[in-house]
């Protein structure tokens, strides 16, 4: 090999060959005859392994790396911690400084030690722009960079906005020290995991929306018990926070420094809702209306072997209706017929018969505003939604057909206009097996006695006397 392929072949850098031989034929021509091609090869080496470890981004840092290169936003600076050297009596105490710098495509603590711990409790400021070298690797919240050598940079600007007080929709990627006023629009329970080191964590979510838009807070250890503590609708402001991101969203994180604090003030939250009647498969919306009907809670075995459940609700509003099923903690929602209800983050999907259904999740949110409003000729808001929708459209609602009264004491739904007695088929898929059967079939829910043995999801039709709303079997098949 001649003198550029021998320098190349030693280079730590990714370049290929073509571009070294490129570059050292530039150099050469730069210095004007002053150096040979392996003069400028071996100048070249130098200048690259200069800028190795260089990043892109801070997205580019993974643990197990060298060394790495990057300038970013100091956006918070942590408290100055001291420590006892394992086996060193002797030795004065260690000290650290854990700071949070982010660029546009996220963020990352590094971590200052001793007199370079010292040096940035005097000097650093939120805001400023460092230029930083440092070993990443894995910390206790994700990668962490150890610095090396840090200095600051006044020429590189970094697009990440630092405010008192944040709006949803001020919330970037990277931000940390985020205080954050809203209303909670959900709440989820507390759930526990184990770590790699063996302890044990909890963590838990709430929902808070303010006007311009709604974020998912995420409760770690010691913060997750505020899920229990504070009630949807409480106006509150985060304290603290730092920005994650999940699945392609924003997310707000707190830690042992944070604190969800309740606030006299009233956040306004108004999501821009779709109409029921434009709907399409595949689409991920918020919608609101008045709950026309509300089927009982149901559990089932998932092929793990654990247990879940889901409730089968229809929500209306002035453009039509649509069943939305709640699973998992949503099934617990306290929600009933006659509640107007705002549904977030729900997945439009395929139903029965050819008709679309909603599907709320864990991403989901359920917020129960209240009960309809009467209307001056004392319908409720239910009935007004109802429009001039033919009878035959409204669904069966209650485990039995009958637990959602209508003033006359009839039961809500396609059951109404049949006479009691009136012997009818029913032909439906099984969303509960057992006594009373249920059965939908897309629009409506029909309570079904009898002694057939069924299973879920299977549809079968059911043919007998329909009795204060229940249908009494005399043939299943």
Known sequence: MGAIE????????????????????????????????????????HELDEEGGEVNGIADIEPGMEEVKFAAKVVGIGDLRTFERDGEDDQEDGRVLNVE???????????????????????????EVLRIAGRPK??????????????PDGETDID????????????SLGLSDVNLRGKVLDTDSIR???????????????????????VRVTLWDEQAELANEIDAGTSVEVVDGYVRERDGDLELHLGSRGAVEEIDEDIEYVPETADIDGLEIGETVDISGVVRSADPKRTFDRDDGSEGQVRNIRVQDSTGDLRVALWGEKADADVGPGDEVQLADLEIQDG?????????GWQSTVTVLGEADADS??????????GDADSSASPAGGDSGGDSATGDG???????????????????TVVQAGDPIILDDGQETMSVSASADVTLGEKITARGQLRDGKLDADDVF
């Open 410 to 428: 009839a039961t809500a739904g396609t059951a109404v206009a049949k006479e009691s007695d009136e012997e009818i088929e029913f032909t439906g």
């Open 138 to 151: 894995e910390g206790y919240n994700g990668v962490e960079v150890n610095v090396n050598q840090v200095e």
């Open 160 to 171: 990440v906005q630092i405010q008192d007080t944040y709006r949803v929709e001020d919330l």
């Open 192 to 214: 526990t995991f184990s770590r790699d080191d063996g302890s044990e964590g909890q963590v838990s979510n709430l929902k808070v929306g303010d006007p311009t838009g709604r």
């Open 6 to 45: 021998d320098v190349h072949a030693d280079l730590d850098a990714e370049v290929s060959l073509e571009e070294f031989r490129e570059a050292v034929e530039e150099k050469v021509a730069q210095m004007g005859g002053l150096a040979d091609e392996e003069t400028a090869a071996m100048l070249i080496a």
């Open 352 to 360: 029965w018969q050819d008709d679309i259904e909603g599907s709320a």
């Open 101 to 127: 710098v982010a660029d546009e495509t996220g963020s990352v603590r590094i971590t200052f030690w001793d007199k370079q711990a010292d040096a940035g409790v005097e000097e650093l400021e939120v805001g």
């Open 377 to 386: 000729d004392g319908e409720t808001g239910l009935d007004a939604f109802a």
